[in-house]
């Protein structure tokens, strides 16, 4: 470890050249010497200083992937939730000591401004931070990767809780983010939608061409990603819909503004925002065409790299890997196939070879309804060619399928890529990836057994699991920093890079003076986030109080309600016993509803009005506080989860493909209380059953309930507590009515409680109550805290990555 440190150190920038590169950049944009310059100017003056580092090593990188014509992987994923990239950068490259000291000198806190980065608005959820923890592992371990995404204008928008209502603001994020983006207008494309279609047979050979069709323009911006000690820099590259007609003089000379505006815009909507609403065609019709228009125009970036290398698409296999994150980029393999048929003049057996031998394809969920489909007609209408080409691979797999199976015509349509007027693309992505995984141990089995039990029965070959993982050098080392200095004093820096060896700090598990520290620590880290919390909502939280977090996209299955459901039980209890030994905790949830979803929009106000009736007692609230953090981002989670006791991770099981905001919590010393779904299961096996405390149904038990006749009312009517708790439901929390929950746990249309909260409410309050007894003996609780810290090696993405590179996409590092 110390030798590949000091080998890194002769390659990095002294800090007198790190000064006079910061005074560069303050003359140049800003004509101004240091001590004239705002934190404004010193903050874009220090990003622009570090992106030129990267765009350095990122040089040397390049030409080592040329001169070594390493086989790459190309990872295309319709978010990427990298969050601030300064501090990472920073750490990343070895320089933060250098940066500091001279900032400091100048009389500026590199803290504030770290602080001052926005979060880029290019994701959501846990589908885009975990993209984004692949580039940074791909990258520390030195994988020659390209990430493809869009360059969102907006993001998917930012939260205000307005008396507890979610109200959607523009997350405008590029006024203080974009300046690490790397505009690349020679490395644009065009992009085709509509037309109609022609095909020609001469000498028997079909030629295919496009009329009447709609060209738009994808211009890329790169953003350099570094690796930690690493001589790696990897690209993400993000495109930006532009118009291709020129602007129309005429009708703006003629007063017609606002339709000459237009006639360039409608191409530009493309890139406009994260995940439209999609609850109108138009909305469908939007995502649709940012989907092809992701994945084209990363095809075509791909192909001319791969030409200018080699001259050829016939080693195209052997060079690249394509891997398609859920089913958002699906469409490049007909795109692949139209390209390699259509303007290279493949045949189809050797197109189809190529494309299933490049594609592999990652499910990230079993939840019907986020197995993507589209409506055929609108297919059609907007990617004519490509849906010819779905079509006939979904021709010749059904004829495949036919021979396999004769006669089954259930197996095969529901096998079938286009089928009762819907394109199916979890099946096309399964028909043409040479492997598919899950994300979990639990994740993967379950996509064998239900989800895609006919293609595993028939293709096993394909299927396999990846377990999610973690950047932990973010999470822990840089989110973390006092609980990594303890770490290296126990254990060494080699963790940093091997997160394997986390496992040694479990030898201090008795060592008083390490619980001792862990457990100031874990106190200062509380006292940070309610100093942050208060600074942006004016509300004071209580540091010595249980630290109980939820904070994950708000989703039934999630389950959300059953923690309210706990604190209403709580609240109960205490109105009828003040003096009931009800430990003081502070409640915290945090995460977005969808706009459209108007049910997890009342699950957020219920929160907030259990909350608020709890704030306004004076009796119960000097032991429970909930609070709900607005537009809870990446920079939030950064200072949380360090300072969080317990992890909720209380999903039904069965229906969280994994979670890695579990792993975060764990890797910080929080306890996890959660359901056997998901990482949850590994995350048992890595800690002991002692250090995690598990409650609940098992998968397989709620297939069965279900078989026999799921009934929430049998249970709200057998447990006096659950049914004080459900009927608070029946009136109204702070003013307002919540009638419509009541009914959806006991008198719900078609199915109530769909997602069993009342199920296992009893086996959740019971283990929660042993938590609380566990938690009242601190060193106790601080020695479990030190085995989840110890136990969460494994759950790193760079073990993630290597599985994915030798097992899956078959590439090597470049050294």
């Not at 040089?59 to 990427?80: P, T």
């Not at 020609?200 to 295919?208: A, I, L, Q, R």
Request: charged content about 25%.
């Amino acid at each position: 470890m110390a030798k590949n440190t000091a080998k890194q150190a002769t390659d990095k920038k002294t800090k007198e050249e790190i000064r006079k590169s910061l005074m560069s950049k303050l003359s140049r944009y800003y004509g101004i010497a240091y001590d004239e310059a705002t934190y404004d100017q010193i903050y874009r003056a220090t990003l622009l200083s570090v992106k030129d580092i990267l765009a350095e090593k990122r040089a040397v990188y390049r030409d080592k992937i040329k001169k070594q014509q390493a086989k790459r992987v190309y990872y295309l994923c319709m978010e990427f939730l990298i969050g601030p990239s300064l501090r990472n950068n920073l750490m990343n490259i070895g320089v933060m000591k250098e940066y500091t000291e001279i900032l400091k000198e100048w009389g500026f806190d590199i803290n504030k401004l770290c602080d001052m980065e926005p979060n880029p608005g290019l994701g959501n959820g846990g589908l885009g931070r975990l993209a984004a923890c692949f580039m940074d592992s791909l990258t520390t371990l030195e994988y020659p990767a390209t990430g493809f995404s869009i360059c969102y204008e907006y993001g998917l928008f930012k939260q205000k809780i307005i008396d507890g209502n979610q109200v959607e603001l523009p997350d405008n994020w590029m006024g203080g983010a974009d300046s690490w983006l790397v505009l690349r207008p020679d490395k644009a494309f065009d992009i085709t939608l509509g037309g109609d279609i022609n095909e020609t047979w001469e000498n028997g050979k079909c030629t295919v061409t496009c009329e009447n069709f709609r060209t738009v323009r994808a211009v890329p911006y790169d953003i350099m990603i570094s690796g930690a000690d690493s001589k790696a820099v990897n690209v993400l590259r993000l495109w930006k819909a532009v118009d291709t007609t020129n602007f129309n003089m005429s009708l703006f000379s003629q007063g017609e503004y606002i339709k000459a505006i237009e006639e360039t815009s409608n191409a530009e909507v493309i890139s406009k925002v994260l995940y439209p609403s999609d609850d109108h065609d138009e909305g469908k019709l939007l995502r649709l065409t940012q989907q092809y228009f992701l994945v084209s125009a990363s095809l075509q970036s791909i192909i001319r790299d791969h030409l200018a290398a080699y001259g050829t698409l016939n080693n195209f296999a052997e060079k690249v890997a394509i891997h398609i994150n859920d089913t958002h980029p699906a469409l490049v393999i007909p795109e692949l196939m139209r390209v390699l048929l259509d303007v290279y003049s493949y045949s189809w057996d050797d197109a189809w070879n190529i494309v299933t031998k490049v594609v592999s394809y990652t499910n990230h969920t079993v939840l019907p309804e986020a197995l993507e489909t589209w409506n055929e007609n609108l297919f059609k209408l907007q990617l004519p060619r490509i849906h010819m080409i779905v079509c006939e691979i979904n021709r010749r797999l059904c004829e495949n399928l036919w021979n396999m199976y004769p006669g089954d015509w259930d197996r095969i349509s529901n096998m079938a890529v286009v089928a009762y007027n819907q394109i199916r693309m979890a099946n096309l992505s399964v028909a043409a990836s040479h492997t598919v995984n899950g994300v979990s141990a639990l994740h993967s089995e379950i996509l064998k057994q239900t989800v895609f039990h006919d293609y595993y029965k028939a293709m096993p070959e394909k299927f396999t699991n990846v377990t999610n993982g973690i950047a932990h050098r973010r999470w822990l080392c840089y989110s973390n920093p006092q609980l990594a200095k303890l770490l290296d004093d126990c254990i060494g820096t080699g963790y940093r890079k091997d997160s394997l060896q986390l496992s040694e700090f479990l030898k201090y598990r008795d060592d008083a003076s390490v619980i001792a520290e862990l457990r100031r620590i874990k106190h200062e880290n509380k006292e940070r986030f309610a100093e942050k919390y208060f600074e942006q909502s004016g509300v004071r939280l209580d540091t010595h109080s249980v630290f109980d977090v939820q904070v994950k996209r708000m989703h039934e299955y999630k389950r959300q309600l059953l923690n309210v459901l706990k604190i209403i039980t709580l609240y109960n209890i205490l109105k009828a016993n003040p003096n009931a030994p009800v430990t003081p905790t502070t409640f915290i949830f945090g995460g977005k509803a969808a706009p459209g979803y108007y049910l997890a929009k009342d699950i957020i106000r219920l929160i907030w009005s259990v909350g608020k009736e709890i704030e306004n007692d004076p009796v119960v609230s000097k032991i429970l506080k909930v609070v709900y953090v607005e537009d809870y981002n990446v920079s939030t989670a950064e200072i949380l989860m360090p300072a969080s006791d317990i992890s909720e991770q209380i999903s039904l099981a069965g229906k969280e493909a994994s979670g890695t905001g579990c792993m975060k919590f764990m890797i910080n010393g929080a306890l996890t209380l959660g359901t056997l779904d998901g990482a949850n299961v590994e995350m048992k096996e890595a800690v002991g059953d002692e250090n995690i405390f598990i409650f609940g149904l098992t998968a397989n038990e709620v297939d069965e309930i279900w078989k026999q006749g799921y009934r929430s009312i049998d249970y709200y009517m057998t447990n006096d507590d659950l049914r004080d708790a459900v009927n608070r439901l029946n009136g109204s929390f702070a003013g307002n009515d919540f009638t419509p929950l009541f009914n959806y746990f006991v008198h719900g249309h078609g199915i109530s409680d769909p997602y069993m909260c009342l199920a296992d409410y009893e086996s959740y309050i019971n283990t929660y109550k042993t938590v609380m007894g566990e938690y009242k003996d601190r060193d106790e609780w601080t020695k479990k805290s030190l085995s989840n810290i110890a136990g969460a090696g494994f759950f790193s993405s760079d073990r993630s990555i290597h599985e994915y590179a030798r097992n899956i996409w078959h590439i090597s590092e470049i050294k």
